[in-house]
């Protein structure tokens, strides 16, 4: 059993920058593809940045593309989700999922292909 946590959320005004970080506990593997995804009331939940087992891909949506960074942690932190700039739109859940082993590139950004998932922080972002 795998159990993912988010933590780094919070309150901010447009402009100005968080750090997510997901941490893991329980069994750990040595590959993995980690995803970030968000979610804003009423809407589907939809991907943000993706970054393979190696760090060699790494995807971004266009929403987000210049403005966000995802890294590859260490130990039990997983990655981080660097967001700077923001703005009222990116307010959401922000969820970080991971999969064992190296997932097709058609892939990487369906939910379904990510088999752990954290519960969730909450960024809002105020203008």
């Known amino acids: 059993q795998v159990l993912l946590v988010e933590s780094g959320g919070g309150t901010v005004h447009t402009g100005d920058s968080l750090r997510l970080s997901c941490l893991a506990s329980g069994r750990t593997f040595s590959t993995w593809d980690m995803g970030w995804f968000r979610r804003t009331p009423g809407k589907d939940r939809e991907f943000v940045a993706f970054i393979s087992y190696d760090g060699g891909v790494i995807d971004y949506a266009d929403s987000v593309k210049g403005r966000f960074t995802i890294s590859k942690g260490k130990s039990e932190e997983l990655a981080t989700l660097q967001m700077n700039n923001l703005e009222p739109e990116d307010t959401a859940v922000y969820y970080c999922?991971?999969?064992?082993?190296?997932?097709?590139?058609?892939?990487?950004?369906?939910?379904?292909?990510?088999?752990?998932w954290g519960q969730g922080t909450q960024v809002t972002v105020s203008s």
């Open positions: 999922a991971a999969v064992e082993g190296s997932l097709n590139s058609l892939l990487i950004r369906r939910e379904y292909a990510y088999d752990y």
